[in-house]
């Protein structure tokens, strides 16, 4: 497989070798400054041999290969074309685990970074970005986190990989995460500190539908940042719900619809929302199809949005597909593991106690109020008896007065008028009491009814939350190792973007890892040292239009006048095909 020495030019293109050198030489000063000088046998002291290794992890792939484990019976000669052998099982294994003792893979994948994004976007204007998450399986029987697997279509343990790209696709850089991590979470913060880590700033972040929330919109307000993304399918608004900002635009690359800026018509909703809203129709319809959202940068057009934010399709999700089928970023490489409190357990069970949170206020608020209702039913019966005992005294006194006045022949007639109204008063003062009293009762015994129900709903909410196991520890993975090999993933697919950018023949430029690993990294040849350059020779195609390929792809090479690491220079060619 000669064609190794184009992907080592492309390394030394990006200038990783120093960054990569620099960093691993830190981390193991540090660590044997800690340990001692006898610690770490395996990472050496040399860069070529540093360098011998780290290039049969990068380069499995290219071999056919997933784990160091594969090179137990691997008997091809892929690595022989550089280093004249190849490394076996165990080397390999203890080179990695060693180095995720030095945990360089984060600080190594930040480095590589901003080596990438000077590579592909020189300069200091901001950057667009793309940003996804993949969600990596991982098939554990014990307990450990989960999440939900888009591919497997189901939750099961795994790593949530932040896949971050730039236009045209080109890879800047990738983390591995909890699989329990949400975007909404890390997002903003991600900005600040891959800006810091980049040394220039964001324009744009370009995501999915699970950043859409109105929560993260207010995140990236507070924040002063730009984003976009869209509302989810099933999120469907007409389009009497907003007013139009502006006149619908024809959509770039895209006449058939027409998008424009809008917001909210319901006042309430538009001052509480931080987001901006672009709506996208076929012309000709009035309801919108797709409402895309986030905060944009000033002077970018309705008619730009629906085009940049497909531009993920292509520049991110395509990218994450090639990785996947050419660089095995599915593989787990370490199954160490560390048991931690179970973070999804305990998220339900935070939840099951709001819940009976909610039931105890409730609860409270219904014992507050029948006690009220006691005290209202109380005053109630203490004012009636007042006003009774008061009117059956006049009542009495008038009576008196009334026998006196016809015992001594006066006339009466006021008294008793006064004496039957006071009667008519104290039957409505009683009917009215008994109704009142009636009424309180009612409600008293609703309220009685209503805490038992309550009683019965805390009792299930506090039975559903004491279920809930929280004191059971789960295992969660380290996930070092894998970063180390996340790195050499991403290492990997960006000399090959670069080698197809720079070399390959126009006719290659498009081709993915897996497929230019099957048609060119695996193609045979012969490699010959001379002390001035190195000679590759590959063997001729069976097709004309590979062959055609190649030849301009090795005079391209040619042109570019490489140098292996040593000095000497390299120089590709192809045999002709048998006449």
Excluded at 36 to 63: N, Q, R, S, V
Excluded at 176 to 185: A, F, G, L, R, V
């Amino acid at each position: 497989m000669p064609v190794f020495f184009s992907l080592e030019a492309a390394k030394q293109a990006f200038g990783v070798n120093e960054t990569i050198e620099a960093c691993v030489s830190e981390a193991t000063e540090e660590y044997r400054a800690e340990e001692g000088p006898g610690a770490l046998l395996h990472m050496g002291h040399e860069p070529e041999t540093l360098w011998h290794k780290i290039d049969h992890l990068l380069y499995l792939p290219i071999l056919g290969l997933t784990r160091p484990r594969d090179l137990y019976y691997y008997q091809g000669a892929g690595l022989q074309a550089l280093y004249g052998f190849t490394y076996k099982y165990l080397t390999l294994e203890h080179f990695l685990g060693q180095l995720s003792h030095l945990q360089v893979g984060y600080p190594l994948a930040d480095a590589l970074a901003y080596r990438y994004s000077q590579a592909w976007y020189s300069g200091e204007t901001p950057l667009v970005l793309f940003t996804d998450w993949h969600v990596k399986p991982h098939w554990c029987k014990e307990v450990s986190h989960a999440g939900h697997v888009t591919m497997w279509g189901r939750t099961m343990p795994g790593t949530r990989q932040l896949m971050l790209n730039g236009i045209n696709g080109h890879l800047l850089g990738s983390w591995n995460y909890p699989i329990d991590t949400h975007m909404t979470q890390i997002l903003v913060e991600m900005e600040a500190w891959l800006s810091e880590t980049l040394q220039r700033p964001i324009l744009c972040n370009i995501f999915d539908s699970e950043g859409s929330g109105q929560a993260i919109g207010e995140r990236y307000a507070a924040a002063d940042a730009n984003y976009l993304t869209v509302l989810p399918r099933q999120y469907r608004y007409p389009l009497h719900e907003f007013v139009i900002d502006d006149e619908w635009q024809p959509v770039i690359d895209d006449p058939n619809r027409e998008a424009v800026y809008a917001q909210w018509a319901d006042a309430k909703k538009a001052n509480k929302e931080s987001r901006q809203f672009v709506l996208l129709r076929p012309i000709g319809q009035d309801d919108p199809t797709r409402i895309y959202t986030g905060r944009l940068p000033e002077g970018v057009p309705a008619s730009l949005v629906p085009w940049l934010h497909r531009q993920r399709w292509a520049d991110n999700e395509l990218s994450i597909r090639n990785l996947i089928k050419g660089a095995n970023l599915n593989q787990n490489y370490g199954y160490t593991y560390d048991l931690v409190p179970h973070r999804t357990r305990q998220r339900e069970w935070d939840e099951a106690q709001l819940r009976v949170e909610a039931t105890q206020k409730k609860q409270e608020q219904h014992q507050s109020a029948l006690h009220n209702l006691r005290q209202q039913r109380q005053q109630l019966q203490q004012t009636y008896d007042e006003r009774r005992i008061s009117m059956q005294q006049e009542i009495v006194q008038q009576r008196l007065l009334l026998r006196q006045r016809q015992q001594q022949a006066k006339p009466a007639r006021r008294v008793q008028k006064r004496l039957l109204r006071l009667r008519c008063d104290l039957l409505h003062l009683t009917t009215r009491f008994e109704r009142r009293l009636r009424g309180l009762s009612q409600q008293v015994l609703d309220r009685r009814s209503q805490l038992g129900s309550l009683q019965l709903e805390l009792q299930r909410r506090i039975a559903s939350r004491e279920a809930i196991d929280t004191e059971t520890l789960c295992r969660e993975r380290q996930l070092e190792k894998d970063q180390v090999m996340l790195n050499w993933q991403v290492l990997l697919a960006n000399c090959h973007d670069w080698v197809a950018q720079h070399f390959f023949a126009p006719a290659w430029r498009q081709l993915s890892l897996a497929r230019a690993t099957q048609l060119i990294y695996r193609k045979s040849g012969r490699v010959t040292h001379f002390p001035d350059r190195i000679e590759v020779v590959f063997d001729p195609y069976r097709y004309a239009e590979h062959q055609h390929a190649m030849a301009e792809t090795c005079h391209r090479f040619n042109c570019a006048n490489l140098h292996w690491r040593d000095g000497r220079l390299l120089r590709f060619s192809i045999q002709l095909p048998p006449q």
